[in-house]
């Protein structure tokens, strides 16, 4: 695990895969069940890779009840800068372009776990004493995503498009050795103002505001 991690672990912990399944598996037959997990930045230190505690919610709801109960847990974990969708334009020769010029430092998030198979998958394949954390990677997928569906490069600047990744980071020892394996969980694709990870609510994630 990186050092963004370690500083989220002195918050939250070690979590193993086995106490984040048990989290993601609860209420299994739950005809309203909801998946989620809300991230925060600890502490005010901007920085490229800061780190982040990310909560887990696994949450059923009986309407004819009027109940609701809950599984939860804290898991490390960081973010990596990406870009807001404030532009400049280059020129280089007679070529011009435009780039995303100013760094996005979400300091809250948020991620919709519900369909997400794969996150299931990744901890049934762990070892149950495996230690996990998430990494948010905003901008991670811009480029990669806009070539795959023949788009120019120029497309995702001009409408303010951005793919940001989730990941799930895992470390564990193997016949003596440390093993550290990543899983591809999600890719979120939209402009900067919508529902991305971390956009600015209420003057919530400012530069220069403390988290809380």
Same mark, same amino acid.
């Given at each position: 695990m990186n050092g963004s991690v370690e500083d989220a672990v002195k918050h939250t912990g070690q979590v193993t895969a086995k106490q984040l399944r048990e989290v993601i598996r609860a209420f299994p037959r739950a005809n309203d069940r909801r998946r989620f997990m809300h991230g925060r930045i600890p502490y005010d230190r901007p920085s490229y890779s800061s780190a982040f505690i990310f909560t887990v919610r696994c949450v059923n709801r009986e309407r004819e009840k009027r109940t609701e109960t809950e599984a939860k847990i804290d898991v490390p974990g960081y973010v990596s800068n990406g870009h807001t969708s404030q532009r400049e334009t280059r020129t280089h020769e007679n /070529?011009?372009?435009?780039? @995303? #010029?100013?760094? @996005?430092?979400?300091?809250?998030g948020f991620w919709s776990l519900d369909h997400l198979d794969t996150l299931e998958t990744a901890l049934e394949l762990l070892p149950a004493d495996a230690s996990v954390a998430f990494h948010v990677y905003l901008d991670a997928g811009t480029h990669e995503y806009l070539i795959r569906a023949d788009a120019s490069m120029q497309f995702g600047t001009e409408h303010g !498009?951005? &793919? $940001?990744?989730? @990941?799930?980071? &895992? #470390?564990?020892?193997?016949? +003596?050795?440390p093993v550290e394996l990543r899983f591809? !969980? $999600?890719? /979120?694709? +939209? &402009?900067?103002? /919508? &529902?991305?990870? +971390?956009?600015?609510?209420? $003057?919530r994630d400012t530069e220069g505001r403390a988290p809380g």
């Open positions: /070529s011009t372009w435009q780039v @995303y #010029s100013e760094p @996005y430092r979400p300091r809250h !498009l951005h &793919a $940001d990744q989730l @990941y799930l980071v &895992a #470390s564990f020892m193997k016949r +003596g050795k591809l !969980l $999600d890719t /979120s694709i +939209g &402009a900067h103002n /919508s &529902a991305r990870f +971390g956009a600015p609510r209420h $003057d």
